[in-house]
């Protein structure tokens, strides 16, 4: 089936770009140019800076989820795309920042200080700064014989990402509210893929309900949320010593902390934004924004997030399989007496272990944003890495109309091999 994309008169208004430095005569008066280089591991992405739009007024909340994004997602809102489009920017400088040379000593860690960061991501005009870099700790213990390979193997603690707090007037004044970012890349260390692969449920920490009643999430997300060393503390420990600081700062203020990152980063956005809603009694509004996540906990766990007042929106395309695991999904319902899902071609024996196995039974949490790559007529490739691409995610937020109307041809958020690899961002 070919799909055909959306003709639409109106081009989108947030980001808008040049190729071989050329200029146009029809440009908005009191405009800036940044020209910025290629995306985080590889030569063929490119930065991006979402341009400031109408001031959001009391419409803020509901972008932030406080209606459950009811009436606007399908057609997709075109403030709630570009509020989704910024928070993924922030996640893209997430990946920018990080040090993937395995060579190089400062592997694992943060390339940029914490006042240089946004700005050298393309990011100096958000009106946000970066207040505290955030580490995660891998709690896998490894064999003896592990000294004998590659130290990069073995690097425990790595940056993860960073709280960033609104702090300009003007921007404060369009989002009607002062914001709170907390960004998170995916996977990058060989240990966090470990991680990633300790697919059983497991309890939260002091959790003394009935077997069946316990709140219960993936084992290794878990694990990197909780786990510490001597001489770094646990994430957990340093988003509750900065959320802290942040509510008795800015409490008095209207606030909203949104939580965003993508494949690892999303799930640890989900258990971020629990851990802070149910560890500070006067929380402001927490509201997760997450791309290509998997699935994070129980139904236990969903009906914990929903009633601390959580809002989750989550960003998945169809073709990503990432968004599909790990384990078993429970029927997507409150209904928890009902039995899982059951899974083609599974073998009886299989199926009737899972029934009765708590320990791979999952659910997806929050409000789902649908996208699919089949739907964009500049994707040449549906292989694993593309369809769960950053790059390809916000790609697809941009071109996103409805259910009806799939993909606009004025999208401009392209790929690789659809524009050079430097550009000229317009940024209003």
Known sequence: MVIKSCSLATPPTHVSEFSNGSTSTNLPTRTRQLRVKSSWNSDSGQARVANRVAKLGQKWREYQGIKNWEGLLDPLDDGLRHEILRYGDF????????????????????KYSKNSMLDRCGLGGSGYKVTKNLHATCGVHLPGWIERVPSWTSVNSSWIGYVAVCNDD???????RRDVVVAFRGTATCLEWIENMRARLTSLPNDVAHEKSKTMVQKGFLSMYTSATPTCPSLRDMVRQEMSRIIETYGDEPLSVTITGHS??????????YDITSTFEQSPMVTVVSFGGPRVGNNNFRSKLESSGTRVLRIVNSTDVITKVPGFLVDDSNDVTKKIVRVSRLPGWLQKRVDNNDGFRYADVGKELRLSSEASPYLTKSDFATCHDLKTYLHLV????????????????LLAGTKHTKQQILVR
């Open 91 to 110: 996640v893209e400088a997430a990946y920018r920042s990080f040090e993937f040379d395995m060579s190089s000593p400062d592997y694992g860690d943060c």
């Open 170 to 176: 003007e921007e404060i004044a369009r989002l009607g």
């Open 264 to 273: 690892l980063g999303a799930a640890l956005a989900t258990l971020t934004a």
């Open 398 to 413: 941009d071109g996103f109309v409805s259910s009806s109307c799939p993909f606009r041809t004025t999208a401009k958020r």
